[in-house]
Nanobody, 120 residues
Framework: QVPLAESGGGLVQAGGSLTLSCTAS????????MGWFRQASGKEREFVAA????????LLADSLKGRFVISRDGAKNTVYLQMNSLKPEDTAVYYC?????????????WGQGTQVTVSS
């Protein structure tokens, strides 16, 4: 298990931006692939984005291309999710996780989540 902690969620108006952070504990973070998922109320948790250990490979849900960007800073043990042009339908709890892929089964550790609310 890799301890993960998300931050940066909050309330934002439609069209605005937010950047989420996920901090991992442990000296091996630089070797970790990481991902982001989100879960809206009453819906299944869905894949958002993933990044491999050095940032050379990234995945992004098709519906979010052009608005969301995943990045990482190994020196800070942190992965970021930059979210632009936010829409009310982006409202969800956002989770970071250790692993790589677009399926929940590709991930072994999860953070507690951070709430993002987009008002219209």
């Amino acid at each position: 298990q890799v301890p993960l902690a998300e931050s940066g969620g909050g309330l934002v108006q439609a069209g605005g931006s937010l950047t989420l952070s996920c901090t991992a504990s442990g000296h091996s973070f630089r070797t970790y692939a990481m991902g982001w998922f989100r879960q809206a109320s009453g819906k299944e948790r869905e894949f958002v984005a993933a990044i491999n250990w050095n940032g050379s490979s990234r995945l992004l849900a098709d519906s979010l291309k052009g608005r969301f960007v995943i990045s990482r800073d190994g020196a800070k043990n942190t992965v970021y999710l930059q979210m632009n042009s936010l829409k009310p339908e982006d409202t969800a709890v956002y989770y970071c996780a250790h692993g790589y892929g677009s399926n929940r089964s590709d991930y072994s550790s999860w953070g507690q989540g951070t709430q993002v609310t987009v008002s219209s």
